[in-house]
Nanobody, 114 residues
Framework: VQLVESGGGLVQPGGSLRLSCAAS????????MSWHRQAPGKERELVAG????????MYADSVKGRFTISRDNAKNTVYLQMNSLKPEDTAVYYC????????WGQGTQVTVSS
């Protein structure tokens, strides 16, 4: 099983980034997927989730209206489009597979700073 995140980087406040998470080694379309983040000195928190079919999503209040989670089951990939980024969005972002977060990626750093 492998989850590989990409797309992180340094962006100015108000900017956008699109994270990708490529999955392999399991039946991607059978798993709910989610994005989480962990800022320095803070606990990991759930940012967004999407069900197997992509027909339903959920978001943390802190990102609602700014972030969009989506998935492409044909490409075994889940995405996180992040708009209107704020310095407080700075964190390592992780994708996870499964309703109980069975599998995790290694994370990708997102830094929002001027």
């Amino acid at each position: 099983v492998q989850l590989v995140e990409s797309g992180g980087g340094l962006v100015q406040p108000g900017g956008s980034l699109r994270l990708s998470c490529a999955a392999s080694g399991f039946t991607f379309s059978s798993y709910h997927m989610s994005w989480h983040r962990q800022a320095p000195g803070k606990e990991r928190e759930l940012v967004a989730g999407i069900i197997r079919t992509g027909g339903r999503t959920m978001y943390a209040d802190s990102v609602k209206g700014r972030f969009t989670i989506s998935r492409d089951n044909a490409k075994n990939t889940v995405y996180l489009q992040m708009n209107s980024l704020k310095p407080e969005d700075t964190a390592v972002y992780y994708c996870s597979a499964g309703a109980r977060y069975d599998y995790w990626g290694q994370g990708t750093q997102v830094t929002v700073s001027s």
